[in-house]
Nanobody
Framework: VQLQAYGGGLVQAGGSLRLSCAAS????????MGWFRQAPGKGREFVAG????????AYADSVKGRFTISRDNAKNTVYLQMNSLKSEDTAVYYC????WGVGSRVDGYNYWGQGTLVTVSS
C-alpha cells in the first residue's frame, strides 16, 4: 500500500483547507483510515479516523466540530476537511491505514503517507 497526502499549505487563522490522501492497493477499500499530525517538537497525535465505509468516524477533542473526515472508495481517496483553522493546528499531517478498526493509537496503523505541511498564521 502506498499513500500520497497532499493539499497542505499556508492559511490564515479562521480559514479552511482540504487535505486528500490517495491510496494504491486493494487494502484501502477494506481498511479503516486515519489522519494524524505532528507539530514541531511534539509527538504524532490522532486527528480523525473513518471505518471502511466512512459511516463510523472518530475525532480528537481538539478538532471536533471543525474537521470532517470522509472517503471515496471508488477513488481510493480519504479526505480531511479542516475549517476554522487555528494556529495550534499547524503541523505536518499524515494519513495512515489502520491495522484494525478506527483507533487513536499510532501503533494501530501500519502504512503511512509522507505527510503534508499545514501552516496557520495568526
Amino acid at each position: 500500500v502506498q499513500l500520497q497526502a497532499y493539499g497542505g499549505g499556508l492559511v490564515q487563522a479562521g480559514g479552511s483547507l482540504r487535505l486528500s490522501c490517495a491510496a494504491s492497493g486493494r487494502t484501502f477499500i477494506r481498511s479503516a483510515m486515519g489522519w494524524f499530525r505532528q507539530a514541531p517538537g511534539k509527538g504524532r497525535e490522532f486527528v480523525a479516523g473513518a471505518d471502511w465505509s466512512g459511516d463510523s468516524t472518530a475525532y480528537a477533542d481538539s478538532v471536533k466540530g471543525r474537521f470532517t473526515i470522509s472517503r471515496d472508495n471508488a477513488k481510493n481517496t480519504v479526505y480531511l476537511q479542516m475549517n476554522s483553522l487555528k494556529s495550534e493546528d499547524t503541523a505536518v499531517y499524515y494519513c495512515a491505514v489502520s491495522r484494525w478498526g478506527v483507533g487513536s493509537r499510532v501503533d494501530g496503523y501500519n502504512y503511512w503517507g509522507q505527510g503534508t505541511l499545514v501552516t496557520v498564521s495568526s
